[in-house]
């Protein structure tokens, strides 16, 4: 495997429903990031890890919970979620979340919360 | 509030040339970017421009201006493949990167 992966790459879930998505990246980058992308909106970024240490939590309603164990893995929680929270989900990673660095995007989750 | 803006949806003929602007207002600055994203798939980073002035690579430039808040993104011979959006991105006094709502580009033959 190279670069970033995304697993599932689809999800259904009813609203009462627990899912994870599952991000890692083989980059050996140190920064990684949960955006939610929304037809015609602009990318949101949801968290940000660097060093395996949450920086950064937009305003991010708690039925997201994130999670780091390493540098190599980002893990996205869903609990209780509602239709709107309906959207492409996309794990990116650089080598550092303050150093000049491109991101580096993966595949992303197609999310359907019904 | 910070701002990107960009148009939403442009079209052009296979062969010429299009320009795809952005203005953006946001609090510091510290590097714009530019990022190509097929229906469907990841988007993958095309340039950075964080000095004023044009950045080439191949059939792709971009230019930036800091003082007027403005970037382009210039693309030569449009080929089919080219059809994607086009996503504007600038870094702010935070490095938080904030996003525009991206281009679409529909090429014709």
């Known amino acids: 495997e190279t670069g970033v992966t995304q697993t599932p790459r689809h999800l259904v879930m009813g609203m009462t429903n627990k899912k994870s998505l599952k991000c890692e990246q083989h980059l050996g980058h140190n920064a990684m990031y949960w955006y939610k992308q929304s037809a015609k909106k602009p990318l949101e970024l949801m968290f940000v890890?660097?060093?395996?240490?949450?920086?950064e939590n937009n305003s991010v309603p708690s039925r997201f919970s994130p999670e780091c164990p390493n540098s190599s893995h980002l893990f996205l929680h869903l609990h209780t979620l509602q239709p709107e929270d309906s959207a492409l989900y996309l794990c990116?990673?650089?080598?550092?979340?303050?150093?000049?660095?491109?991101?580096?995007f993966g595949p992303g989750t197609r999310l359907t919360v019904l | 509030g910070q701002n990107i803006d960009q148009p939403t949806e442009m079209t052009a003929t296979e062969g010429a040339i299009v320009q795809i602007n952005c203005t953006y207002q946001t609090s510091g600055f510290n590097g714009l970017f530019w990022y190509q994203q097929h229906a469907g798939e990841a988007p993958t980073f095309l340039s950075y421009?964080?000095l004023d002035g044009l950045e080439e690579k191949g059939r792709f430039s971009s230019f930036l201006s800091r003082s007027k808040g403005y970037s382009y993104l210039l693309l030569k011979e449009l080929q089919m493949k080219d059809s994607a959006s086009y996503l504007c991105a600038v870094r702010d006094s935070n490095y938080q990167l904030i996003w525009g709502a991206g281009t679409k580009l529909i090429i014709k033959p």
């Open positions: 421009n964080v």
């Open positions: 890890y660097n060093f395996k240490e949450q920086t």
């Open positions: 990116a990673s650089s080598g550092g979340a303050l150093e000049y660095n491109e991101q580096f």
